[in-house]
């Protein structure tokens, strides 16, 4: 939600008397709409510069969000803008070229038949994982109705390491969240500890591939064997849901051989960003489910498209269209070659840091980017006690780069982590001037004969 207004501002915002021309206001109000028009150049330039304040989004290392893209991608976007999404009936186009790409994503995760298998663009992972959990309920309800069971204290099994966006599921759809504690042994969701938290009311496990905290790929086939066990003990057959926001664009070009996706029988569905390792600008996701029956046909509406009707499952129903456009470019322009050498190029600059980092006795690496191009690391226990890894982060911002230190999730909630996300745009020079940033900052701080005072902390969210 928004800040309160801060009273310490005026309430109008003071124009440069270079930006008004002649017969413009010289000030406009800050939280109502001004009464008379201005001239486009003036309301561009005050937008740009209050912009300008923004972080550089290139620095920002706390963003898996795609930050950089060729020109002709932003001709693209440029031409293309005003198209809605779901108006499919003005832009078959449009449409086609989303089923097209949603089907380029089934085969890179092996759906078994790409053709029967069914999917969608969101507006991000977050949607894409609300109509991936939403399929798990509605499915276990269906079956829970046709055995005559209560359908009223729907489960949903992950890590405590999830995303928010599986805490928000949960709360929204009145799904009972169950997390499997994360351990220094048990870093990720691997299968321990499962069988206590799975029962007849699981709706299904998430896991996820590129753990938001870290970067860490949980080991999706290791969990579908523990949920063997379970079903052989049980009866019980429970489905897993991939969270590859970052990982699933990731995996398929640098881990070709691991089996994370469709490949894992119980994998019934799996979500991605396009705008992570998709290499999109903000704004796109895509949900993929292995087979059209594991999308109960309860869930489905339909849009007219070309006079007949097309069945559509989202939560928004105007998006910008561009997007789609835009991953449909990158498809086209990088093929798999070209991702894997951009996913490889950022993993070769994401292990340099790790291993930079990892040599300096201030620190201990939490992993080593050998996943997705993203790592931690926490202070090496008793390196200092006179400064943080959130005074890092502060010192850092100062040169401009945005490097978040959080807490761990609940069950290692003292311990504090910094993450770097590596993407394509960060050079190996960039790295290595971020890395003599560090190594000056650590020189400083261990200098310190007495801790630093407590600075407000920026909450980082994930
Ligand atoms: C594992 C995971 N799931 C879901 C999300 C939410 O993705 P989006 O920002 O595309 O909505 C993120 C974002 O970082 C993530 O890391």
Known sequence: MAHRPDPRDPADVTLNPLFARPGEARSLPRYRLGEQPMLPETAYQIVHDEAMLDGNARLNLATFVGTWMDDEARRVYAEAFDKNMIDKDEYPQTAAIEERCWRMVADLWHAPDPATAIGCSTI???????????????????????????????????????????????????????????????????????????????????????????????????????????????????????????????????????????????VVSINTSGHKYGLVYPGLGWVVWRDRSLLPESLVFTVTYLGGDMPTFALNFSRPGAQVLLQYFQFLRLGREGYREVQQASQDVAKFLAAGIGRLDAFELWNDASDIPVFAWRQAPGHSHNWTLYDLSDRLRQKGWLVPAYPMPDDLADLTVQRIVVRNGLSRDMARSLLDDIEESVRYFDKLTEPLPDAPRSSYHH
Not at 157 to 180: G, H, I, L, T
Not at 200 to 217: A, D, F, P, Q
Not at 235 to 244: A, K, Y
Request: net charge negative.
């Open 124 to 266: 991000g992972s977050s949607e894409a994982c609300m109509l991936g959990g939403l399929a798990l309920k509605r499915r276990w309800q269906e079956s829970r109705r046709a055995q005559g069971k209560p359908v009223d204290r729907p489960n949903l099994v992950m890590r405590s390491a999830v995303q928010v966006v599986w805490e928000k599921f949960c709360n929204y759809w009145d799904v009972e969240p169950r997390y499997v504690p994360i351990s220094e042994e048990h870093r990720t969701l691997d299968g321990h500890g499962l069988r206590e938290h799975v029962d007849e009311n699981t709706i299904g496990v998430v896991s996820i591939l590129g753990v938001t905290y870290t970067g860490m790929y949980e080991p999706v086939a290791k969990v579908s064997a523990a949920l063997d066990e379970i079903q052989k003990e049980t009866g019980l057959d429970v489905r897993i849901h991939v969270d590859g926001a970052s990982g699933a664009m990731v995996a398929p070009f640098l881990q070709p051989e691991l089996a994370w996706d469709f490949r894992v029988p119980r």
